[in-house]
């Protein structure tokens, strides 16, 4: 019995054995450094966007603003949690700003390719048939796919995270309280794979547009110094929240056996795959902000479709021999110019 007294404490890692740390809301030992850096790169982009939102009047970009402000409250309250792991507040909050937010940067995406579309695509080329979207609800097409499986997963995600928070357990956890409430864990599910669908749906409709309109280059009032620019932030933007996407929806268990654990279990898995995503669609929007490339018509809350049709075709170069003189037009070209009374 002596010897058993005697004999040296082994502590277990936290990662195998996590009820023997009293109310740690992760999974896993949550890294603080991290959480501080992802906080900071989190802050500095937000701040740069909203500098770019009011210096360019982008006021049709106003989803984005929501996701950058969840973004920023979610990091803000991870990196709480992470350094006291005491109260459910700042964890739950966390657990769903960062989980939702990215459908509000979806959402602004799409209202940026509708005005990309109607900036660069001739008047001919305005069909379903060209575009494999209807021009005119591009936006509200998109944006109410999106908002529905946003619903779902709000609907989700509350319910699995009221599961956690009247859990006294020692050893409770997201992955627990999905278990426990299998309908949250389903719902949430659901409303993952609909968001999913609706971004690769537009991320192969967005890749194609970019492709198809080279054959329109003799027509493109930009000429790749305007709106291509704006098609690679498109582009790219929706790869990287669709690969987000993809690793949320694989992240949940599907059941108390099986579903790929590993990706909950391990908190590189949620850096690499959401945080540095999410951060490079932030670093993308900044670089190439719709407010630096679009005409101030194109930019305010509501488009103008019939003004931005009747202002390009008066611009747009009859044939490819007068490509040369459209190559290098910029927003300011497009502001009416003052009338000008001339005295006879």
């Excluded at 010897?3 to 502590?11: A, G, H, I, R, S």
């Excluded at 909050?93 to 602004?108: G, Q, V, Y």
């Excluded at 999905?178 to 309908?183: G, N, S, T």
């Excluded at 669609?281 to 719709?290: I, Q, R, S, T, Y």
Aim: charged share 20%; aromatic share 16%; glycine share 4%.
């Amino acid at each position: 019995m002596l010897e058993l007294l005697e004999t040296p404490y082994v502590e277990i890692p936290k990662r195998e054995h996590p009820e023997q740390y009293a109310f740690n809301p992760f999974i896993y030992d949550s890294n603080v450094p991290c959480a501080i850096i992802g906080t900071i790169v989190i802050l500095s982009l937000s701040a740069f966007l909203v500098y770019q939102y009011v210096r360019y009047r982008s006021w049709f970009f106003w989803t984005a603003l929501i996701g950058i402000l969840m973004e920023v409250v979610g990091y803000i309250c991870r990196l709480i949690s992470a350094t006291d792991t005491e109260p459910n507040g700042p964890f739950l909050i966390a657990f769903l700003m960062i989980l939702l937010a990215p459908s509000f940067l979806a959402a602004a995406c799409y209202m940026a390719f509708s005005r990309i579309v109607w900036f660069s695509c001739p008047t001919h080329a305005l069909r379903f048939k060209t575009l494999w979207c209807f021009p005119r609800y591009i936006t509200p097409t998109f944006v109410i796919f999106d908002l529905f499986s946003f619903v779902i997963q709000l609907a989700g995600a509350s319910t699995i995270s009221r599961a956690y928070d009247h859990d006294a357990s020692p050893s409770r956890s997201i992955e627990s309280a999905e278990k426990r409430v299998v309908a949250g864990r389903v719902i949430l599910v659901l409303g993952l794979i609909l968001q999913l669908s609706c971004y690769m749906a537009f991320a192969i409709i967005a890749m194609r547009y970019f492709f198809i309109s080279l054959h329109w280059r003799h027509e493109d009032l930009g000429d790749f110094h305007m709106f291509r620019r704006l098609s690679y932030f498109i582009n790219i933007a929706a790869g990287l929240i669709t690969l987000r996407a993809i690793y949320r929806t694989l992240e949940i268990p599907q059941d108390k056996t099986t579903g790929l654990k590993y990706l909950q279990q391990h908190e590189w898995c949620f850096w690499c795959f959401d945080a540095v995503p999410v951060a490079l669609v932030l670093l993308v929007m900044a670089v190439w902000h719709p407010g630096r490339y679009l005409p101030r018509s194109y930019t305010g809350w509501v488009l103008d479709k019939t003004r931005a049709v009747r202002e390009k075709e008066a611009l747009r170069p009859a044939s490819p021999e007068e490509e040369a003189e459209v190559k290098n037009f910029t927003p300011k070209d497009f502001q009416p110019k003052e009338s000008v009374t001339i005295q006879v």
